[in-house]
């Protein structure tokens, strides 16, 4: 084995990490052995394996049952009774290690979680950590198994930090040096500070995106095959297989002023590339009827032109990113077509009804057309997953009804919702013009030894952020309009599960061409 790539606890166990993933699917595609190993699903098998039973304890048994066996979709009251169990069995875990804390999709350790040399100290001191023995017992058979001749660390989110630490200094007393890389250390160059930080505790750390494994030549994702993954338990908690691809790098979009992808290389990957993995995807994988997670900051309009005509045949179905615009409405029945191809959900940036708001930071979206897409998508059957981002500097009250205004008039439309604060990116183009927008920005507390995406700030002396989160509690989520998505929202297990929500007036998440009846009354 060429390459064995890692990716490291806490990612929720819901479907393969897209990066390891793709990055082994795009060397298998050209003849490099290279395989995946989700060492974050090992370890939440691993304790969940081990919760204990009895009076007292949550029946973590059944929960698996639930979330694993649900074939024909979940019903958002149970779902919501399985994924609590199964977050709770994981907190109940993380007690047994003073001063951690664990939760389905982060993991924080008893110091700064996101100083890497704070982590290194923690993890060569001997003191046991949550991940004690996940690396001996799992890990350590299939470096005996395959002897892989380079070993990859994959780090996507700083909720893998702490143990990607742990990790290295395990496969450091094994004898191997990994190469460290992953869209995290890739936004820490771009877009956010502390690469060099990243650098100190990892050696082999690289901000490049993988194409150097692969010899150069054609972009990375032109050429992707089913790739090789391994481990004791492959099992993932869902119930049907969720398959990560990407219709293009970069963003189409690119006009956000605080967007970190603005301005850098857009490129499609094309139908071509996904008849070729199609083509690879294992026969007992497509007889489960897969749902595929089309990971793109939004899918290109272009893709539409194909996409319908190539998932029609194939018994999967899938869900992405959209910008709610005019490409969606034209042509007319676009939407009706994508939901007959398989379409289960539209993960849909409305983000504000406020066209000030909007317009101000360049967003290039209009409120009454984003009302005009969740309705028709939902007159299509498929199920709406709705970003709103509040907090941006200079919103105002009236801006913040404004997009309460737009949930009471798609109330019957939206089936979920994403209710974001804003966050100011370390670098962008809005922070490098902050002066404009009457945004101060600010100095964490913390000394200057922690990696960080995002700064604090101010706006005219005042601080948008607390003022939405006000908003979002006292108005928001007791409005009758809001609070029925948000109820449905699971707390875990987001994405993907709901897209296998079994809701009325939806499509049946078998991909049947009807809608499931709707609710009596």
């Not at 077509?337 to 317009?359: K, Y």
């Not at 995002?454 to 601080?463: D, H, L, S, V």
């Amino acid at each position: 084995m060429q390459f064995l790539i890692l990716s490291p606890p806490v990612i929720t166990p819901a479907e393969p990490p897209a990066g390891p993933f793709l990055l082994a699917a795009a060397l298998t595609a050209r003849g490099i052995e290279a395989a995946s190993m989700d060492l974050s699903l090992a370890f939440i098998n691993r304790l969940l394996r081990e919760a204990p039973e009895g009076r007292g304890c949550p029946p973590v048994p059944a929960a698996l049952e639930y979330l694993c066996g649900s074939a024909a979709g979940y019903d958002a009251h149970l779902h919501r009774t399985a994924s609590g169990i199964i977050g709770s069995a994981v907190g109940r875990y993380s007690a047994a290690f003073p001063g951690w804390r664990l939760t389905l999709m982060d993991s924080l350790p008893p110091c700064d979680p996101h100083s890497p040399s704070e982590l290194r100290r923690l993890c060569d001191s001997g003191v046991c950590t949550p991940f004690e023995g996940v690396w001996e017992e799992e890990l350590d058979p299939v470096l005996l198994q395959m002897k892989p001749r380079e070993v990859l660390i994959s780090l996507s989110y700083l909720s893998q930090l702490p143990a990607a630490v742990d990790l290295q200094l395990h496969l450091a007393s094994r004898g191997i040096r990994p190469m460290v890389g992953g869209s995290l250390p890739r936004s820490l160059a771009l877009s956010g500070d502390g690469v060099d930080l990243l650098a100190s505790v990892f050696p082999g750390l690289t901000t490049g995106d993988g194409s150097e494994l692969a010899g150069g030549g054609a972009p990375l994702l032109s050429r992707l095959a089913w790739p090789g993954l391994v481990g004791m338990d492959q099992r993932y908690l869902s119930a049907r297989p969720v398959i990560p691809f990407a219709l293009s790098t970069g963003c189409w979009w690119d006009r956000c002023l605080f967007c970190p992808d603005r301005g850098r290389e857009h490129s499609i990957i094309g139908r071509d590339t996904l008849e070729g993995f199609l083509s690879t995807v294992p026969h007992e994988i497509m007889a489960r009827k897969p749902l595929l997670h089309f990971l793109d900051s939004a899918i290109p309009p272009s893709a539409f032109a194909w996409l319908p005509d190539v998932m029609e045949g194939t018994g999967a179905s899938w869900f992405g990113f959209v910008r709610p615009t005019g490409h969606l409405l034209h042509p007319e029945g676009l939407l009706e077509r994508l939901a007959d191809s398989g379409c289960a959900m539209l993960q849909t940036g409305v983000e504000s009804g406020s066209l000030r708001i909007l317009d101000g930071f360049r967003k290039g979206l209009d409120p009454s057309t984003a009302v005009q897409v969740l309705r028709l998508s939902a007159e299509a059957g498929i199920r709406n997953y709705v970003y709103l981002l509040f907090g941006l500097p200079g919103e105002t009250g009236e801006d913040r009804e404004l997009t309460l205004r737009l949930i009471e008039e798609t109330s019957g439309s939206i089936d979920f919702l994403n209710t974001s604060v804003f966050n100011l990116p370390w670098n962008s183009e809005l922070t490098s013009r902050a002066a404009e927008y009457g945004i101060e920005p600010g100095d964490f507390d913390a000394p200057a030894h922690a990696v960080r995406l995002y700064k604090p700030f101010t706006c005219e002396a005042g601080n948008p952020r607390l003022e939405a989160r006000t908003f979002l509690r006292e108005r928001l989520a007791v409005h009758p309009a809001a609070s029925a998505a948000l109820g449905r929202t699971p707390r875990w297990f987001r994405g993907s599960h709901m897209a296998m929500m079994r809701l009325p007036g939806r499509r049946d998440p078998l991909r049947g061409t009807g809608s499931l009846p709707d609710a009596p009354g």
